[in-house]
């Protein structure tokens, strides 16, 4: 496998806080010898656990980047046992053009896993995180929201995973981050994910979807920034207690948790995210756009639950995902 073409400025095994970039050579129209500057903080004191939080791994989901922006402003090494690498926007470009994949390549970064280093500029940057920072890590947190196009309830989720003991320390994590709702999550597309080149590295890996609209809330923030501090005192990072709150364990146990739209029009929720909904309620209208006077095509839960994921914007396409439906876990 060829060398990684990124260049880091930090020093990964230094004590102390350092501010830097993971450098990615880019030659383009407006810069020959140009650069993908990606910001990067490192925090380390001594020996102990390895902690990777990353945000913007979509460029449009905003919780990630603040709270890592506040925690790498304010982390303070002596409160640290080990090393913390944060990475506010892990699809930089992305992130800059406030898009869930890049304006470069169009890649979607969390896609894009296991990345190849003479790929695309989001394949780069993937690739190094698969072979430099992830193997580093002994737990990676990847903060997501819904972008643009979705909202959720705020919660932080992990997988099913054939490892049952690898399983059973990422739910430990899970317990500890402590989001209003935490999830079993049923991934409809995870080929090239960074999830799951993580898990199969054996590391802990915790994910979140915090809200959406393509900004962050007040609540949404906080709750990343609490979580955020809640994993790293778990892992014996951080001093401090770990500050638990009411979570209420949800599972996706099968497809029929998801709807798609099979219409093109006028999108109409029927039911607030965090609703308990039976099986054959109206959950939503779709309503024709060109034309007056004609019914709205109706769609029904599929199963009973509580909805926790919806289509965001007014207007929606066949095939975009309109409603997810979790079901409470035991």
Same mark, same amino acid.
């Given at each position: 496998?060829?060398?990684?073409?990124?260049?880091?400025?930090?020093?990964?095994?230094?004590?102390?806080?350092?501010?830097?970039?993971?450098?990615?050579?880019?030659?383009?129209?407006?810069?020959?010898?140009?650069?993908?500057?990606?910001?990067?903080?490192?925090?380390?004191?001594?020996?102990?656990?390895?902690?990777?939080?990353?945000?913007?791994?979509?460029?449009?989901?905003?919780?990630?980047?603040?709270a890592?922006?506040?925690?790498?402003?304010?982390?303070?090494?002596?409160?640290?046992?080990?090393?913390?690498?944060?990475v506010?926007?892990?699809?930089?470009?992305?992130?800059?053009?406030?898009?869930?994949?890049s304006?470069?390549?169009?890649?979607?970064?969390?896609?894009?896993?296991?990345?190849?280093?003479?790929?695309?500029?989001?394949?780069?940057?993937?690739?190094?995180?698969?072979?430099?920072?992830?193997?580093?890590?002994?737990?990676?947190?990847?903060? &997501?929201?819904?972008?643009?196009?979705?909202?959720?309830?705020?919660?932080?989720?992990?997988?099913?995973l054939?490892?049952?003991?690898l399983?059973?320390?990422?739910?430990?994590?899970?317990?500890?981050f402590?989001a209003?709702?935490?999830?079993?999550?049923?991934?409809?597309?995870?080929v090239?994910?960074?999830?799951?080149?993580?898990?199969?590295?054996?590391?802990?890996?915790?994910?979140?979807?915090?809200?959406?609209?393509?900004?962050?809330?007040?609540?949404?923030?906080?709750?990343?920034?609490?979580?955020?501090?809640?994993?790293?005192?778990?892992?014996?990072?951080?001093?401090?207690?770990?500050?638990?709150?009411?979570?209420?364990?949800?599972?996706?146990?099968?497809?029929?948790?998801?709807?798609?739209?099979? &219409?093109?029009?006028?999108?109409?929720?029927?039911?607030?995210?965090?609703?308990?909904?039976?099986?054959?309620?109206?959950?939503a209208?779709?309503w024709?756009?060109?034309?007056?006077?004609?019914?709205?095509v109706?769609?029904?839960?599929?199963?009973?639950?509580?909805?926790?994921?919806r &289509?965001?914007?007014?207007?929606?396409?066949?095939?975009?995902?309109?409603?997810?439906?979790?079901?409470?876990?035991?």
């Amino acid at each position: 496998m060829k060398p990684s073409p990124i260049s880091a400025t930090v020093d990964f095994d230094k004590d102390g806080v350092q501010h830097g970039f993971l450098r990615l050579p880019y030659s383009r129209d407006d810069s020959a010898w140009g650069s993908v500057m990606i910001p990067i903080t490192v925090a380390r004191n001594g020996k102990g656990p390895t902690a990777l939080l990353t945000g913007a791994n979509h460029g449009d989901e905003y919780e990630g980047p603040v709270a890592l922006m506040d925690l790498a402003y304010r982390i303070d090494p002596a409160k640290l046992s080990g090393r913390v690498i944060i990475v506010p926007a892990m699809n930089y470009p992305a992130f800059r053009a406030a898009t869930r994949t890049s304006p470069i390549d169009r890649g979607n970064m969390n896609r894009s896993f296991p990345g190849r280093p003479d790929g695309t500029v989001t394949e780069k940057i993937a690739d190094y995180f698969e072979r430099i920072l992830a193997p580093m890590a002994d737990l990676v947190v990847d903060i &997501h929201a819904g972008g643009k196009t979705l909202d959720f309830l705020p919660f932080a989720c992990i997988h099913h995973l054939p490892d049952k003991a690898l399983e059973k320390r990422c739910r430990a994590a899970l317990r500890a981050f402590s989001a209003p709702y935490s999830v079993m999550l049923l991934e409809i597309d995870s080929v090239g994910m960074f999830d799951n080149s993580v898990e199969a590295q054996g590391r802990i890996f915790l994910s979140t979807e915090l809200g959406g609209g393509g900004s962050s809330s007040a609540r949404s923030n906080a709750i990343a920034k609490r979580g955020l501090s809640n994993v790293l005192i778990h892992a014996g990072i951080l001093k401090g207690e770990v500050e638990t709150s009411l979570s209420i364990m949800l599972d996706m146990p099968d497809g029929d948790c998801f709807t798609f739209s099979e &219409h093109d029009g006028l999108f109409e929720i029927c039911a607030d995210l965090g609703a308990e909904v039976k099986q054959g309620d109206l959950l939503a209208k779709i309503w024709p756009v060109d034309r007056t006077g004609v019914a709205p095509v109706d769609y029904h839960a599929k199963r009973d639950g509580i909805l926790t994921a919806r &289509h965001f914007p007014g207007l929606i396409k066949s095939g975009d995902c309109m409603l997810v439906i979790a079901v409470r876990e035991g």
